[in-house]
């Protein structure tokens, strides 16, 4: 196929498709399949760490924000792995083949996430006709295809002695679990159990405390070995809770002991944590309950950009970089101070007029004490007649107070 698509694209004087031929062993998956590669692409780790920390971290978050929120997706991350660790451990999953043998025995040895994918090819084998082929000496040859794909065959090769079966197709190799070709052999020699060989331990329940158990006593690396041991106390002190504390009788017998052993080490002066290891080492801080994420400091707010130019200093509407918009005069400072105080005095004189208008209906002024005290002595003087109740009043003339004629009523 590579050769058509050569001469289809007339390729063949291209030197850099010469060299991505010559590396096809580096990049073609058919090429890989007999490596190992734990399920772990080139960027699948790293994208799927990215798309979870960004839900807590942002970019404008302070240091102490910051912090807050790794140690909030270091918690999420040992939550899950303990909720998954106890679901392996603690829960048995319903049996629902027709290989009950096999898909128990998986049942028991992986954990549970990836059970569920070796049962599925438990399942696949159900379907898989097995023909032996040849037999030489302690290797078993074996011709497997599905049923109602007779054209398609695998051939696997089982070797008795060692306890291994090997299959064509090389999907053990590449995933670490058997494929239902594998099974089927199996099937057909009625073999009950997964053969030890075919166990990858990446993927089984007790990995972690096998590794930590090995690497106990490993003098070369003081952070590895420290690790180890709190795994391994950690391991053990959950199993004797486990089983302590159903009893109590039980549980205070081993209270005592725990409470003694704890109090030779300290009168002793050893620190189970440190042991021989340097003083200086630094371990995890100690995890404080908090309420709440923390606050967000206001200056770290963002300002509004204009979304025609990214400029902070105005917006789309007032934008001069669109076209056909006459852009406006820089004003600086003093300039809108000035045209600010010219607004505001004459905003306080039209005010004023209308105060005066109100209080001058008709186009008059009102009195003063003065004028109507004069008026009144006028009044009294001038008046022949008997005495007449006189009251002040205010004049509607531009021209102010004015004597008003008393003219004496005719007898």
Known sequence: MWGDMVTRYNL?????????????????????????????????????????????????DTLL??????????????????????????????????????????AKTFTRNMFREVRKEIEGACAMNTELVIQDGGKLYFKCNSFGVLEIDHVVEFDIVGGMLRCECL??????????????????????????????????????????????????????????????LGA?????????SKNSSDFVEVMNDVVNTITRLQKQGENPRNGNLDDDYVVD?????????????????????CSNCGVTAHYNKCCPNVLGRIPKEPVDDDTEKISAAILTSSLSMKNQQKMEKDRNIGGGKTPTSAAKSTFTDQVKTSSPGPDIPVCASTSNEESGMSSRTTESPVG
């Open 171 to 232: 999907w053990f190799e590449n995933r670490g679990i058997p494929y239902m070709h594998i099974f089927a052999c199996l099937k057909h020699q009625h073999v009950e159990v997964i053969l030890e060989r075919l166990v990858c331990k990446h993927w089984t329940k007790n990995v972690k405390s096998d590794f930590m158990k090995s690497n106990v006593d490993d003098p070369s690396d003081s952070d590895k070995v420290l690790k180890c041991r709190l795994g391994v």
């Open 285 to 305: 801080p100690l995890v404080v309950k908090s309420k709440g994420a923390p606050k967000k400091n206001s200056k770290f707010k963002q300002r509004r950009r």
């Open 236 to 244: 053990e002190c959950s199993r004797l809770m486990d089983v302590e």
């Open 12 to 60: 063949s004087s291209n030197s850099w498709v010469d060299q991505t031929y010559e590396l096809r062993n580096l990049w073609a998956l058919a090429y890989l399949r007999d490596q190992f590669f734990g399920r772990i692409r080139t960027t699948s780790q790293c994208e799927g760490i990215n798309s979870l920390i960004k839900a807590y971290v942002r970019k404008k």
């Open 65 to 106: 924000e910051f912090i807050n929120n790794m140690e909030t997706v270091v918690s999420h991350y040992r939550n899950n792995e303990r909720v998954a660790e106890f679901n392996s451990k603690y829960t048995d999953p319903v049996l629902v083949t027709s290989l009950s043998t096999l898909e128990d025995f998986a």
